[in-house]
């Protein structure tokens, strides 16, 4: 099969329909995996699985080089970056936790608060995927175009890079050397004292020794 | 069992904490009764938007009624992710299976904000705080990808958008992951509950 028909197939609502729950089934699993999973080590390459549902979006928005770069930075680079911190750090963190005691004299009313204080974040963010869904869902909010999509993405996207953006593609490189520059100083573990000086200091020492030597003959 | 541990602790361990708990409900009752004068108020002042909210979403409160089964089912005992990730996942397709295309991926990547938002605030590894970071900044690109896909596919804004988005998260992980191990060195520990040096 040919790309132009897998462009084709993926590209009937009823294919792209099933695609799209497929991969939604798939990275919500693996985001509650993620969140969820009491082995953080676990959790970061559980990531990976994340990223490449995510990157498997862009592909059926026809975003195909932002694709690749997905998998490239996201589910290559950042996450074995996030692995090599896990591997740095104690990742046995989350098995210290000790369950708060559960006190029996609490009225039943003050046990129900004492509970949302506790999953105040998951309060919060449930409220904020509800107002967020409300305030998307609705019918003509979206201006939507019914254009098909352009086959030189590529060629757009270089051509945007370099003649309307050019100046935030360069200020981004800028920022991409400040940070990784800045990453390296921080990360770099300096010690107290030189290690050169000591033997330095110790021949000195030896050398007015045997001065001191020579002074008292 | 529960009666003879109880009539083994004396009354006066009890006595501070009962005064603690008095003052936790007495705040907690207040700022109940506060929602509840809120929320009639607010109807008074606009009349018609909770009932337009409840008339039209009505999926919503089948989606509220799927997470109290959720509850129950967790209660009795079943496996905690797999009824979480089951709920979540049901409630998404009753939500977005009558909506159109650039809805759903609007809302999966809302789904995903949030998903990050929880992490971000409940997780006490710091490392994994990074993690829903990068989560949430996934779903910021995914956005960015369907609105350039739905409203903007000649020009492809979103889609340069996302591309700067990539580069500055790939920064951010560099510069927070080192300080992360800067201060695993200094502190030996990466918990984010004391991790309070900056804090007064």
């Known amino acids: 099969m040919s790309y132009d028909n897998l462009t084709a197939l993926l590209s009937l609502p009823v294919m792209e329909t099933w695609m799209f729950y497929v991969l939604s089934a798939l990275a919500i699993c693996l985001g509650v995996g993620v969140l969820h999973d009491r082995v953080v080590i676990r959790s970061g390459f559980i990531l990976i699985g994340v990223f490449g549902t995510i990157a498997g979006f862009f592909l059926l928005l026809s975003a195909q080089f932002l694709a690749m770069a997905q998998i490239m930075i996201y589910a290559v680079a950042i996450t074995l970056v996030v692995v090599i911190a896990l591997m740095l750090t104690n990742p046995r963190l989350e098995a210290e936790r000790t369950a708060e005691p559960d006190d029996d004299n609490m009225p039943a009313m003050a046990k129900f608060f004492a509970s949302c204080k506790r999953n105040m974040t998951l309060w919060i963010s449930a409220f904020s995927f509800i107002t967020l869904y409300v305030a998307i869902s609705g019918e003509n909010r979206w201006p939507v175009a019914g254009l098909p999509v352009a086959k030189d993405q590529v060629k757009v996207i270089g051509e945007a890079l370099t003649t309307t953006y050019s100046i935030p593609f360069e200020f981004s490189s800028v920022l991409l050397l400040a940070a990784l520059m800045g990453a390296i100083m921080i990360a770099k573990n300096e010690p107290l004292h030189d290690p050169d000086e000591e033997p330095k200091k110790a021949i000195e020492d030896s050398k007015t020794q045997i001065n001191n030597l020579a002074l008292t003959r | ?200």
């Open chain 2, 1 to 200: 069992m529960i009666t003879q541990q109880q009539s083994v602790v004396a009354p006066n361990a009890l006595k501070p904490k009962t005064t603690k708990l008095g003052i936790n409900l007495a705040i907690a009752y207040s700022v109940f009764a506060a929602a509840v004068v809120g929320t009639f108020a607010g109807k008074s002042f606009a009349p018609n938007g909770f009932e337009l909210v409840v008339a039209n979403h009505y999926d919503l409160w089948f989606c509220v009624g799927l997470a109290l089964v959720g509850w129950v089912f967790r209660s009795v005992g079943g496996h905690k992710g797999a009824i979480i990730t089951m709920t979540i996942l049901s409630c998404f397709i009753i939500l977005t299976l009558n909506q159109g295309q650039l809805v759903r991926y609007l809302s999966l990547s809302a789904l995903l904000f949030s998903m990050g938002m929880y992490g971000m605030g409940q997780s006490r590894n710091a490392v994994r705080v990074l993690i829903s970071i990068e989560l949430m900044l996934n779903a910021v690109n995914l956005n960015l990808i369907a609105f350039s896909r739905y409203v903007d596919p000649i020009q492809l804004k979103g889609q340069l958008f996302a591309i700067f988005v990539l580069t500055v998260a790939a920064a951010e992980a560099a510069v927070g992951l080192a300080i992360v191990l800067q201060l695993y060195r200094n502190t030996s520990t990466v918990d984010m509950n004391r991790f309070n040096l900056l804090k007064w």
